[in-house]
Every structure is written in structure tokens, then in C-alpha cells.
């Protein structure tokens, strides 16, 4: 066991754990968290997508230790009780049917957002492409995604 302090959501937050022990446990069951969802435990659906230093990482399978700078989840985006601009995008295309996803698509979307401000439909399909919806949503969450991209949300 060692001490790690994490930033997550603008906080600091001091954990003893096994090094190796993934991201998303120590997210969902230290921090209670529960944006990000444990979905196939290897890294291939998405679910448990949070956003660190940037960019949009598997949760499930990134060692706690590895992860240095600040960690974004579902739960960071909004702001003083105002929903993220793509939060409001999923609410206003109807975006979500089971909602098991959404964790992982909108903290991908929001990567991509961030990245890239005004992607093209092929880019966002590229972009969406590892983060799998089982209800086939997909052209809601590109739709949703545009409309923040043209600054509808």
C-alpha cells in the first residue's frame, strides 16, 4: 500500500492503495463517485471514460499510479450548479435510452470538443468510434455534439 494524493474535479484527495489498483475503483469506491461506470473491464467499451490532463482515458484499466495532473469526470463538468454545454446537448437531442454510455460518451465528446471546437461529422464519428452505445444512439450523440460545436447548447 502506498499514499497517492489525486486532483480530481479542481480537489485534492489522499488515498492509500496498491498501486496497480485501476483508476476507476478508487474513483467509484474511495471517492464515490459515480459517473464513471465499470462496463467491460478492459478498456474497450467506454464507460469508464473520465478526462486527464486533456485527454480521454480508460478508467478501467489505467493504474492509479500512472496517473498524474488533474482528473475530470462527469461530475467536474458542470459548473456552479450550471449543466456543461453537452450535458444540455443530451438533454435537449434525447440522447440517452439506458444512459449505461453516457458516462463515456459525453466525457469523450467534451476531449473532442476540447481538441478540436468544431469537428466535421466524420471527425466526431472518428472520434466516438471506441466508446459504444448498446442502444444505438449514435447519430443522437452526434447530433447533440454538433449543436454544442455550433454553440446551440
Not at 474511495?30 to 465499470?38: A, E, H, I, V
Not at 480508460?58 to 450535458?87: F, M, N, W, Y
Not at 471527425?123 to 447530433?143: E, F, K, W
Request: one cysteine or more; a positive charge.
Amino acid at each position: 500500500m502506498s499514499s497517492v494524493t489525486l486532483r480530481v474535479n479542481g480537489g485534492a484527495h489522499t488515498v492509500d492503495i496498491d498501486p496497480s489498483t485501476p483508476l476507476l475503483y478508487i474513483l467509484r469506491n474511495d471517492l464515490g463517485l459515480q459517473g464513471p461506470r465499470f462496463g467491460c473491464g478492459l478498456g474497450q467499451c467506454g464507460a469508464c471514460t473520465v478526462i486527464v490532463n486533456g485527454a480521454a482515458v480508460r478508467s478501467c484499466i489505467t493504474p492509479t499510479s500512472s496517473v498524474k495532473g488533474e482528473i475530470t469526470t462527469l461530475e467536474g463538468i458542470a459548473k456552479d450548479g450550471t449543466l456543461h454545454p453537452l450535458q444540455q446537448a443530451w438533454i435537449d437531442e434525447q440522447v440517452p435510452q439506458c444512459g449505461f454510455c453516457q458516462n463515456g460518451q459525453i466525457m469523450t465528446a467534451k476531449a473532442l470538443l476540447d481538441k478540436n471546437p468544431n469537428p466535421t461529422d466524420e471527425q466526431i464519428r472518428d472520434g466516438m468510434a471506441r466508446t459504444l452505445c448498446r442502444c444505438m444512439t449514435y447519430y443522437r450523440v452526434q447530433a447533440a455534439i454538433k449543436r454544442v460545436a455550433k454553440g446551440v447548447a
